[in-house]
């Protein structure tokens, strides 16, 4: 898809903000022992053949930037396109919830302007789903709509979640929030270079508002369709989202929509050796990343990068980040447990399946 | 040590037909190991972490992983601009091409590249070896020797001492003898194989070995005794840590066994010596609800919905439910489907054993059962 660059947009602040993304953005947040958020967009992308790709900036943008480097690991280490980490306003979204706020895009006009493309797909790093993005160009220019949105019918309440009224296939309105059988933004869109340059004309007085807010006026005028996406895609906007999207991944068929062949996300490599699965540990239903060392019990739950389990500790139903020690005779359950935490011998961390326990990063 | 102070001769090309149905289709130095590794990463980990930024890779055999893998190097930190890796195959030139004879050989055809980098020193190094070792104390050693030649040894046990080039020394660490393959060894100290040269000399003599007939053009055989025999300086660097030639298959699974249990003889989790690799980015393992996986080296992209035991599981290998791998190594992508059972094999690269297979045997006086690469083993056979 040469015609087309990518541009993703990691300012989103969380308007319920929890202890995991007190530390670091959203796009940044470890997924699935081994991955960060980001990596699923920007894998999409990637693979659908964007070989440009914008990523507009948070202002706490550290761990992003530790992450993505010069986006060798998803070949966007190019002398011609490649990435391009653009700023985002100061106070970034400020927990307005916006996804694709205006004036990130605009004082990012250079990116769109100095471009031969045709068309621009952008995306937050808020879902997570392994897509061929061509679909949705393909339907976007077979349809010659004005924008394409990416959309999944609601399967539960989502407040996080924005939504579309709908006349059809064609969007008439935007909301917060979803119901069971709206129509749920997927916040991924595609868009001609070209409108996008006019609506930042049409929208200047308002660049505080998204995108999709500033249209408020226009669904009559900018034909704006919906594209459904029938696979596995879950939001995460919330530690309860969180906890929910990481456990649906020990669904072996979830776990093969996510990862399917031939059609990789794509995170930075790490030299880390495989997991160890000493004599007398006892692992199930889990998932466990490169350079565990575990000597205990670990059920119905997501290992990150050097977790060591050791003899007599339990884990059920949790997810533990990088580097974390699970000491001797110690119990974590239901629990979210962040980088680089110690649990001390026989002590306790525990939640409940409807209220995960929260242990905010460790030091390093 | 400084840029170019070193630069590394890498020798890849060898055949490694003692691993019979690993080496069918690849590189001996391409052959996985330890579940996310491949044999040539030791080597070229060791350089990176030696500082040693410049490495010619000299390929012959079935180059084509090889090359892939290596790529640009930059999954050592060895893809710059003024150096990095460089991958040497035999070329042609007016009077025609010649395939590498031998591994003198090997490095008089790449003279040039040599000379193009105008090192110091030229450190020679086989692609085929696990070990972790730092490069730069041996040319310290070399250095403070005034040496011409340093070659890194390492003492063995008595009784193998005749399978390898055996070393006499003196007390200052020179070496008064070298001899390949003794049948009455008088030391039981081995050649690693790896030697630090002083570029004029290892320029000056391989020049002198081509243009000799009855050379076999080897290093252990011709280059060194008459370098010996000519009066130099030839010093050992001693080294005593862990290193294996992994060259018939039962070393090889010897060595992947090693990996296991609670001390295992290689630490593959060292942060200050890591063993980089250019692995692919696969997803956590997973262990299905009924999985059992028990002292076993667990790979990225693994999945285990049987049992696991004493084993080696490479990156996208697959145990499927009911099935048993038993003191086996399972290379990438290798899958034992529904009610196999595995024991003491070796399961090579994205090869199938198909369901209710049984493989192996415990018996250990049994040679280990090798499956090739892509080859599928079905009932009866």
Same mark, same amino acid.
Request: hydrophobic share 35%; aromatic share 6%; proline share 3%.
């Given at each position: 898809m040469e015609k087309v660059i990518g541009l993703i947009t990691c300012n989103y602040s969380a308007k319920s903000p929890s202890a995991l993304v007190e530390s670091r953005p959203v796009a940044s947040m470890p997924f699935l022992g081994r991955y960060r958020l980001v990596d699923f967009p920007l894998s999409n992308m990637v693979n659908a053949g964007l070989r440009t790709v914008g990523m507009v900036m948070p202002y706490?943008?550290?761990?992003?930037?530790?992450?993505?480097?010069?986006?060798?690991?998803?070949?966007?280490?190019?002398?011609?396109?490649? #990435? /391009?980490? #653009?700023?985002?306003?100061? /106070?970034?979204? @400020?927990?307005?919830?916006?996804?694709? #706020?205006?004036?990130?895009?605009?004082?990012? &006009?250079?990116? /769109?302007?100095?471009?031969k493309s045709d068309y621009v797909i952008f995306s937050t790093a808020n879902f997570v789903y392994n897509m061929d993005l061509n679909d949705l160009y393909n339907a976007h220019v077979a349809s010659g709509a004005d924008v394409t949105v990416l959309t999944k019918q609601a399967s539960g309440n989502d407040a996080d979640v924005t939504g579309f009224e709908m006349d059809g296939s064609r969007v008439t309105g935007v909301k917060h929030g979803v119901s069971f059988g709206d129509t749920a933004f997927l916040d991924c869109f595609?868009?001609?270079?070209?409108l996008l340059l006019d609506m930042f004309d049409w929208y200047a007085a308002t660049d505080y508002l998204d995108l999709f807010e500033a249209m408020g006026n226009d669904y009559g005028r900018v034909n704006v369709q919906a594209y459904n996406f029938d696979g596995y895609a879950a939001a995460v906007f919330n530690k309860k989202s969180y906890y929910r999207s990481n456990m649906d991944a020990l669904d072996p068929r979830i776990n093969a929509e996510l990862f399917p062949e031939g059609r990789f996300?794509?995170?930075?490599?790490? *030299?880390?050796?495989? =997991? &160890?699965?000493?004599?007398? @540990?006892?692992?199930?239903?889990?998932?466990?990343? =490169?350079?565990?060392?575990? /000597?205990?019990?670990?059920?119905?739950?997501?290992?990150?990068?050097?977790?060591?389990?050791?003899?007599?500790?339990?884990?059920?139903?949790?997810?533990?980040?990088? *580097?974390?020690?699970?000491?001797?005779?110690?119990?974590?359950?239901?629990?979210?447990? *962040?980088?680089?935490?110690?649990?001390? =011998?026989?002590?306790? #961390?525990?939640?409940?399946?409807?209220?995960?326990?929260? &242990?905010?990063?460790?030091?390093? | 040590m400084s840029k170019k102070e070193c630069i590394?001769?890498?020798?890849? $090309?060898?055949? $490694?037909?003692?691993? $019979?149905?690993? !080496?069918?289709?690849?590189?001996?130095?391409?052959?996985?190991?330890?579940?996310?590794?491949?044999?040539? %990463?030791?080597?070229?980990?060791?350089?990176?972490?030696?500082?040693?930024?410049?490495?010619?890779?000299? !390929?012959? +055999?079935?180059? +084509?992983?090889?090359?892939?893998?290596?790529?640009?190097?930059?999954?050592?930190?060895? %893809?710059?601009? %003024? $150096?990095?890796?460089?991958?040497?195959?035999?070329?042609? !030139?007016? !009077?025609?091409g010649a395939w590498y004879e031998g591994t003198a050989d090997a490095v008089t055809q790449n003279l040039g590249y040599i000379d193009q980098n105008d090192p110091e020193y030229v450190l020679i190094l086989s692609g085929d070896q696990l070990y972790r070792m730092d490069y730069g104390k041996m040319l310290e050693n070399h250095k403070r020797h005034n040496a011409d030649l340093t070659i890194a040894v390492m003492p063995v046990p008595w009784e193998e001492a005749s399978r390898f080039g055996i070393i006499t020394q003196d007390e200052d660490e020179r070496i008064l003898k070298f001899t390949e393959k003794p049948k009455k060894p008088d030391s039981n100290l081995a050649s690693m194989g790896i030697y630090i040269f002083n570029a004029d000399l290892l320029e000056s003599s391989l020049k002198e070995d081509a243009i000799d007939q009855t050379s076999e053009h080897d290093f252990g055989k011709n280059i060194i005794p008459k370098l010996l025999a000519d009066g130099k300086r030839l010093y050992t660097y001693e080294f005593n840590g862990f290193w294996r030639d992994v060259g018939t298959i039962s070393s090889y699974h010897e060595t992947s066994m090693d990996l296991l249990g609670p001390n295992p003889a290689f630490d593959l989790y060292s942060e200050d010596f890591p063993i980089m690799s250019n692995a692919s980015t696969r997803p956590p393992a997973f262990v299905g609800r009924d999985g059992d996986v028990d002292d076993c080296l667990v790979a990225n992209g693994v999945q285990v919905y049987g049992k696991a035991k004493h084993s080696i599981l490479s990156v996208d290998a697959y145990v499927g439910e009911h099935a048993t791998v038993v003191d086996s190594v399972l290379l990438p992508g290798a899958v034992v489907k529904n009610g196999a059972h595995v024991v003491r094999a070796i399961l090579g690269e994205n090869s199938v054993v198909e369901e209710n297979v049984n493989l192996g045997s415990v018996d250990s006086t049994k040679d280990t059962a090798v499956i090739g690469n892509d080859v599928v083993v079905g009932k009866g056979e």
């Open positions: 706490n943008y550290r761990s992003i930037i530790d992450h993505v480097g010069s986006g060798k690991d998803w070949n966007l280490d190019r002398k011609n396109g490649g #990435l /391009f980490v #653009l700023p985002g306003s100061a /106070f970034g979204t @400020s927990r307005t919830g916006a996804r694709f #706020l205006l004036r990130d895009l605009v004082h990012n &006009k250079v990116f /769109f302007t100095r471009s595609v868009i001609s270079r070209q996300i794509k995170t930075k490599a790490h *030299d880390t050796s495989p =997991a &160890k699965f000493e004599v007398g @540990s006892h692992v199930t239903n889990s998932l466990v990343s =490169a350079g565990c060392r575990i /000597f205990g019990n670990v059920g119905d739950s997501v290992l990150g990068r050097n977790v060591i389990v050791e003899s007599g500790a339990t884990i059920r139903g949790s997810v533990v980040m990088q *580097d974390c020690v699970i000491k001797s005779g110690a119990r974590v359950e239901n629990a979210i447990v *962040d980088r680089n935490n110690v649990v001390p =011998a026989g002590t306790e #961390l525990r939640g409940t399946p409807e209220d995960v326990l929260i &242990k905010e990063k460790g030091r390093e | 590394a001769m890498l020798l890849a $090309g060898g055949q $490694g037909s003692r691993l $019979g149905a690993l !080496t069918s289709n690849v590189a001996k130095p391409a052959v996985s190991f330890g579940g996310k590794f491949r044999i040539i %990463d030791f080597a070229l980990s060791n350089c990176a972490n030696s500082g040693v930024s410049t490495v010619g890779v000299l !390929t012959q +055999y079935r180059p +084509y992983l090889l090359h892939s893998y290596i790529g640009t190097g930059e999954a050592w930190n060895l %893809d710059e601009r %003024d $150096g990095g890796v460089s991958i040497l195959p035999p070329y042609a !030139t007016q !009077t025609g």
